[in-house]
């Protein structure tokens, strides 16, 4: 079997990467070390359409199938980590509610986020429930043809800025998603800065108190919230996050590769050492081994497979990990210089520890890939022993 892109795949991801390269890369330090995205940053994510990558034409999205949003998710993440995970809570929330939103909702909010002129932010965390996502405290009562909605909510990336937040809540002890609007009475949001990596996202800790959101604005129904609503949203938040891994590998093997070619000790190139060769062996083939795995998860997203799922959660495992290895080792190669903010290796070590947490960390990967693993073989030995 063959695994090639199509010639449309590989225009855009060369398209992706000029992109990047002019307009991301050159503001991205910058950003990190300010801890905050400039505006103009994101109204480019707009203007390419990009902030709408995944939602249908007639909703004024790209409508882009699921291979070509991964290598932009990956390009992106090769580029600035931080403006990459504005992509991925972004198309969360836009995705979630294309799938469960009402109608009215669906016309009312897909357009504008499409377009980018509403920025969206997905709610789940809490300072006290983190993997344990369906344990959320913030509670929604109630009254009349309104609920009020009470809780605190934290890392929340780009809260600082976002102009719409889907927030999960306990309902009558049911799980239901709401869309609050930043302007809402009641809530206030706190900026959280001197965070260890993707520190350009903009997080913020949000504070509801007694907010009054309309019935109408539930996505899906009570009870749907993390079961339906979340569960789908981080699905893609996953896979995001698997070809942002890839993007923050492939970023540390350039680095390293130009590095290196440059770099002399002992009278020798850097490249010229068997030790850093190996490091740099290891390097590109975790990096192609992490992007044939998101390229299988996105194949069978493509043609709806449900296995999707799970090969979404091995690729974001072992691309998040290769990440840290390869960011590990970037810096190493650089020795001093890798530690200093002169050059991005110290920035993607950083950042990529962020995705070994985010959206399921590795433990919790673990624990699910294995637990799928047990019943891939009793299925397979029950196979086994029926055609035997």
Request: glycine content about 8%.
């Amino acid at each position: 079997m063959q695994i090639e892109l199509t010639p449309q795949q590989k225009d855009s991801k060369l398209t992706f990467r000029k992109f990047v390269d002019h307009e991301i890369i050159p503001y991205a330090d910058k950003a990190d070390r300010e801890e905050h995205t400039p505006r103009f940053l994101i109204d480019k994510l707009a203007q390419q359409g990009y902030l709408g990558a995944l939602l249908p034409k007639d909703k004024l999205g790209i409508g882009m199938d699921m291979i070509t949003y991964g290598i932009l998710n990956e390009e992106i993440g090769r580029g600035c980590s931080s403006l990459r995970s504005l992509l991925t809570v972004h198309s969360m929330v836009s995705h979630a509610i294309l799938k469960w939103g009402s109608k009215l909702q669906k016309e009312y909010w897909i357009p504008k986020l499409a377009s980018g002129k509403t920025i969206g932010a997905f709610c789940l965390s809490e300072p006290n429930v983190g993997s344990d996502a369906k344990k959320v405290e913030t509670t929604a009562t109630a009254t009349g043809d309104f609920y009020l909605l009470n809780g605190t909510k934290r890392w929340i990336t780009y809260g600082q800025i976002a102009d719409i937040f889907l927030v999960f809540s306990q309902c009558e002890d049911q799980s239901t998603a709401f869309l609050v609007e930043r302007d809402t009475p009641g809530l206030s949001i706190k900026p959280m800065i001197g965070i260890l990596g993707t520190r350009a996202s903009m997080l913020a800790e949000l504070h509801l108190e007694n907010c009054k959101i309309p019935k109408n604005n539930i996505v899906g129904r009570k009870g749907f919230g993390f079961s339906h609503v979340a569960s789908f949203a981080l699905d893609y938040g996953r896979y995001s996050v698997a070809w942002g891994s890839v993007g923050i590998a492939q970023a540390c093997l350039e680095a390293c590769v130009q590095y290196t070619s440059q770099r002399k000790q002992f009278d020798a190139y850097l490249k010229n050492h068997a030790l850093i060769k190996q490091m740099i062996t290891q390097m590109l083939t975790n990096v192609k081994a992490a992007r044939l795995l998101c390229y299988q998860a996105g194949y069978l997203k493509d043609v709806g497979d449900p296995r999707s799922v799970m090969e979404t959660s091995m690729a974001k495992y072992f691309a998040s990990v290769i990440a840290n290895k390869a960011a590990n080792d970037a810096v190493q190669i650089h020795g001093g210089n890798g530690c200093t903010s002169d050059y991005s290796v110290q920035r993607y070590f950083r950042d990529a520890k962020i995705m070994e947490i985010i959206e399921g960390s590795t433990q919790m990967q673990e624990i699910t890939i294995a637990e799928y693993a047990y019943q891939e073989n009793l299925v397979n030995s029950n196979i086994f022993a029926v055609s035997h």
